[in-house]
């Protein structure tokens, strides 16, 4: 397979990092919405592509913070597995399928109940289709995590993880620094956005409870880092006892030594979210894991090609490293 080789018209992670959300063409897919209930009363939309066989293989896609199963990343998997004849499942985390989840709690980076609950939902569903899951950013994290909490009962024969805050803490502090303030605004927008739109709901349909639970939080304006809305909202929300305890707990690079499930890991050194020094060591990786680290690439970038034909790595690697593994279990 052709090596990464980073656009030359795209230098540096920021423009890497920028080209996907805001240049890239959306691949128009038919797809299907299902709407899955948890157990808790809430509900996670799907979205469905692909062919229905019921023995083709299934791939489940995590989507990154403030994404959704329309992220270009996503769409463009999706496009690529239904390609080789592979159908595919999005996943949009609570809240982001275009409307306000029903709960106080939301979504965030060590909710791997809701992808555990997901799996076992899938694996019902399509009980002869081998399966597979990819995570991108904050999605990458959260299957990290599971992989490690579930050990050789994941349910899934491989994964494949892209751009991973692996240690949450550090993550906030680099995202905080030069350049990378630009991204923190929008992730701050975007998040008390959120939280507005679940408030404007509930007051709506009259579950004053809920908005209670959300008003307790106190206001939601001065939320300039991940350490204020992590501390004030996702730690409290989410049972953890503040912002320092929710990094810990759910940072995916405590969890990678357990992990039974064959991996892949894509990571670029110039991710702007992500410092050097929060990668993992090799000796903190189970043997199943593939760590593919890359000199360049942003986060979730990865473009190659030229101008007038830009390429997707991700695009092509992910696909073809699934096929791999699905491969070895003939």
Not at 56 to 61: K, Q, R
């Amino acid at each position: 397979m052709t090596p990464f080789q980073p656009a030359w018209w795209l230098p540096g992670p920021h423009l890497q990092t920028l080209w996907n959300p805001m240049c890239r063409r959306p691949p128009k897919l038919e797809r299907r919405r299902e709407r899955l209930w948890l157990e808790d009363g809430d509900f996670l939309d799907l979205d469905w592509h692909g062919p229905h066989q019921a023995e083709a293989p299934l791939v489940l896609v995590l989507h990154g913070l403030t994404g959704s199963s329309d992220s270009l990343y996503v769409l463009g998997l999706q496009q690529q597995l239904a390609a080789q004849g592979w159908a595919s499942v999005a996943l949009n985390w609570r809240g982001c399928s275009g409307e306000p989840n029903l709960l106080a709690r939301g979504y965030h980076s060590g909710a791997s109940e809701d992808l555990a609950e997901t799996i076992r939902h899938l694996r019902a569903q399509r009980p002869m289709a081998p399966l597979y899951a990819v995570g991108y950013s904050l999605g990458g994290n959260v299957l990290l995590k599971y992989l490690g909490e579930s050990g050789a009962d994941s349910q899934l024969q491989g994964a494949a993880a892209v751009s991973v805050p692996f240690r949450l803490d550090q993550c906030a502090d680099r995202i905080g620094l030069g350049f990378s303030r630009v991204y923190q605004r929008h992730f701050m927008r975007e998040m008390v956005a959120y939280v507005k739109d679940k408030q404007r709901l509930f007051a709506h349909q009259g579950m004053s409870d809920r908005l209670s639970t959300l008003e307790k939080l106190g206001p939601l304006d001065n939320m300039r880092t991940f350490w204020d809305f992590d501390g004030r909202i996702t730690a409290p929300l989410h049972g953890y006892a503040d912002a320092e305890d929710y990094y810990r707990r759910a940072s995916s690079r405590y969890f990678l030594g357990r992990i039974a499930t064959p991996t892949l890991i894509i990571q670029a050194d110039d991710d702007p979210f992500v410092f050097p020094h929060s990668l993992p060591e090799a000796s903190e990786l189970a043997p199943c894991i593939e760590f593919e680290l890359h000199a360049h690439g942003g986060h979730v970038g990865f473009v190659e090609g030229s101008l007038s034909k830009p390429g997707y790595y991700l695009d092509r690697r992910i696909p073809q490293w699934l096929a791999e593994q699905a491969a070895k279990l003939l």
